[in-house]
């Protein structure tokens, strides 16, 4: 059956962003599923875990999302909490408007939430950037990737490992379904409509020349609770990032996570200004510009892991393990943990140009919200869908 023959009747797709990573991925999605209006329509919601400007509305905007149709505005809490209270304020949203399916995208508390509250009242789960595994059970994404996938009905995969994640765990491999990237369908939409790292200097009162007295500069971004959230960790990891800044000016943007941490545990003193700036939380287009121009990027994103790839900038990471691993067999990647030798050498070689160039990964080709609208509509008007 094609897309034309789906019932009218069907309910909204609901479509739900929680956090700041879920933004570039639904909103490809939401544009694609457009498409295959008025068969399918879409409702957007937001359930408020990431909220403020910086994290949440300014991102919005660069993204060129709908303003939000529901929001549970759940806020920050511990992971109990905030899991239990997107469950709640999810429930009688799915219950009013009863939708042909819920889409989740990636690994956040509010992705699991709203997974279980729609799977226990019988709503199709599409759950996209499926079978991604680090296979550490101590990150809290892993359990929220683990358990979304057990229960979800439609899995939507960016790299083929991630199909061999899910069938070991016994996915039925008719729910598991090859389309590539949407995080990097944003990112190909988005950059030439990147911020020039010197007027995002600027806006902050910061001297553009930082960046052109040097000529290069390095990214970092850290916000993982196993690198930040304990005193000595995040310790060691800025001394290192000293060492790295005495090479090569950091440009580093903090999540506030991070930025309350290296605060409350008096390691401000570790950082130096004249070789590294201090940025807020970055919109889209201002983090993109600045990815797209540097030397290397050192993180512990996951989505800085692919969008650098993508870029072919060379990324550092400093964890011990990926869920990402095409960014490290065909990309720009380089798993570095918190150990102070590899990373000094990794910079190193990047400084000589000797850095990973890597290659495109399959399908990351900024198609892949649009076959998912594709695969999406045939699912949905097929006779059974839900098992
Ligand atoms: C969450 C996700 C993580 C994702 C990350 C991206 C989970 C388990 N974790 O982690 O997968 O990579 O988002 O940012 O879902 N805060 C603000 N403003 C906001 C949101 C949060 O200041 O808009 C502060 C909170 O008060 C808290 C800290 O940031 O102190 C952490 O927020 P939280 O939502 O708990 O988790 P993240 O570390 O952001």
Redesign the pocket.
């Given at each position: 059956m094609t897309a034309s023959t789906t019932p009218v009747a069907l309910g909204p797709v609901m479509c739900v962003v929680?956090?700041?990573?879920n933004f570039m991925k639904m909103a490809p999605i939401l544009r694609a599923l457009a498409a295959h209006a008025p068969q399918l329509r879409t409702m957007l919601v937001h359930t408020g875990?990431?909220?403020?400007?910086?994290?949440?509305d300014r991102l919005f905007i660069d993204l060129g999302l709908p303003r939000p149709d529901i929001n549970l505005d759940v806020?920050?809490?511990s992971?109990a909490v905030?899991t239990a209270d997107v469950m709640r304020r999810f429930e009688p949203a799915l219950d009013e408007h009863r939708p042909c399916c819920v889409i989740v995208v990636?690994?956040?508390?509010?992705?699991l939430a709203c997974t279980l509250v729609a799977v226990k009242k019988d709503v199709p789960v599409v759950h996209v950037e499926a079978g991604l595994r680090s296979y550490d059970r101590k990150m809290?994404?892993e359990i929220?990737r683990v358990l979304t996938d057990q229960v979800a009905d439609r899995l939507y995969i960016t790299e083929r490992s991630a199909g061999q994640n899910l069938q070991r765990e016994g996915v039925a491999p008719e729910r598991i379904c090859f389309v590539g990237n949407v995080m990097i369908d944003s990112l190909l939409a988005n950059r030439e409509h990147a911020a020039s790292p010197a007027d995002t200097l600027r806006a902050h009162g910061i001297d553009p020349a930082f960046l052109s007295d040097h000529g290069r500069f390095g990214v970092v971004t850290l916000?993982?609770?196993s690198n930040v959230d304990e005193a000595q960790v995040l310790g060691r990891l800025l001394a290192v990032l000293a060492e790295v800044a005495e090479r090569l000016p950091l440009v580093f943007v903090q999540?506030?996570?991070t930025r309350?941490n290296i605060e409350r545990f008096g390691l401000a003193g570790l950082i130096d200004p004249q070789r590294v700036v201090l940025l807020p939380?970055q919109g889209y287009l201002e983090m993109l510009g600045l990815m797209a121009q540097a030397t290397l990027v050192l993180t512990d994103?996951?989505?800085l892991q692919e969008e650098t790839t993508a870029l072919g900038v060379p990324c550092l990471t400093l964890r011990a393990n990926t869920e990402r691993p095409i960014t490290v067999d065909e990309g720009t990647n380089t798993m570095v943990g918190d150990d102070r030798v590899a990373i000094l050498q990794c910079v190193d070689e990047i400084l000589q140009g000797r850095g990973k160039r890597g290659r495109t990964p399959e399908f990351w080709d900024g198609r892949a919200a649009q076959r998912i609208a594709t695969d999406l509509a045939q699912w949905l008007a097929a006779p059974r869908h839900h098992d």
């Open positions: 929680g956090a700041r990573p875990q990431h909220y403020d400007r910086d994290m949440s806020g920050s809490a992971h905030q990636g690994d956040v508390n509010s992705t809290p994404e929220n916000h993982r609770p999540h506030p996570r309350g939380p994103s996951g989505g």
